[in-house]
T-cell receptor, first 115, second 111 residues
Framework: EAQVTQNPRYLITVTGKKLTVTCSQN?????MSWYRQDPGLGLRQIYY???????DKGDVPEGYKVSRKEKRNFPLILESPSPNQTSLYFC??????????????FGPGTRLTVL | KQEVTQIPAALSVPEGENLVLNCSFT??????LQWFRQDPGKGLTSLLL?????REQTSGRLNASLDKSSGRSTLYIAASQPGDSATYLC??????????FGKGTSLLVTP
């Protein structure tokens, strides 16, 4: 089954404790992206990657890191989480077309709480 | 920067009604526009993708149109059902590779 998977689905942690949220897709998509969703603010893009070893900042990259060492994986790293990073996080992937991206497919989400 | 706005923010209709959800965007040089559905606490499900060269796309009871010149897209839902209750989001690309979302329209279809 074609899908985007995220782990963990739920995470409660404390301020300053490094964490990684994994994202994997099995559709051989070139483009992958991370978003956070907050009440009243909607979905905002954190980082995206157009291919292996190619990443770029979205609208809210501060406090996050990403890496794209393999085509199928795009982990999101919070080196020193803070309470304002409490949010619902989504990973997405898409074929990359010349000039833009195609239909995006989303993972099920990771609900992160930072105490 | 691409700004995406959705009106109304919330909508309640009785079952069986046809309805229209609106999405506007500021940068008309978009590559495509995508509509999503999100159920409470769940992920996003892609409904329709309209390429810049297209005027509309249809899937079942859903029809999405795109007017680049006016910076607008509409999602038409025919014969609404309680199972259509969800939040509907539109998203347009920003400079080709980044995606900007509207804040969504929360739809409630009452039996």
């Amino acid at each position: 089954e074609a899908q985007v998977t995220q782990n963990p689905r739920y995470l409660i942690t404390v301020t300053g404790k490094k964490l990684t949220v994994t994202c994997s897709q099995n559709m051989n998509h070139e483009y992958m992206s991370w978003y956070r969703q907050d009440p009243g603010l909607g979905l905002r893009q954190i980082y995206y990657s157009m291919n292996v070893e190619v990443t770029d900042k979205g609208d809210v990259p501060e406090g996050y890191k990403v890496s794209r060492k393999e085509k199928r994986n795009f982990p999101l790293i919070l080196e020193s989480p803070s309470p304002n990073q409490t949010s619902l996080y989504f990973c997405a992937s898409s074929p990359r077309l010349a000039g833009g991206v195609d239909e995006q497919f989303f993972g099920p989400g990771t609900r992160l709480t930072v105490l | 920067k691409q700004e995406v706005t959705q009106i109304p923010a919330a909508l309640s209709v009785p079952e069986g009604e046809n309805l229209v959800l609106n999405c506007s965007f500021t940068d008309s040089a978009i590559y495509n526009l995508q509509w999503f559905r999100q159920d409470p606490g769940k992920g996003l499900t892609s409904l329709l993708l309209i390429q810049s060269s297209q005027r509309e796309q249809t899937s079942g009871r859903l029809n999405a149109s795109l007017d680049k010149s006016s910076g607008r897209s509409t999602l038409y839902i025919a014969a609404s059902q309680p199972g259509d209750s969800a939040t509907y989001l539109c998203a347009a690309p920003n400079s080709g590779y980044a995606l900007n979302f509207g804040k969504g329209t929360s739809l409630l279809v009452t039996p």
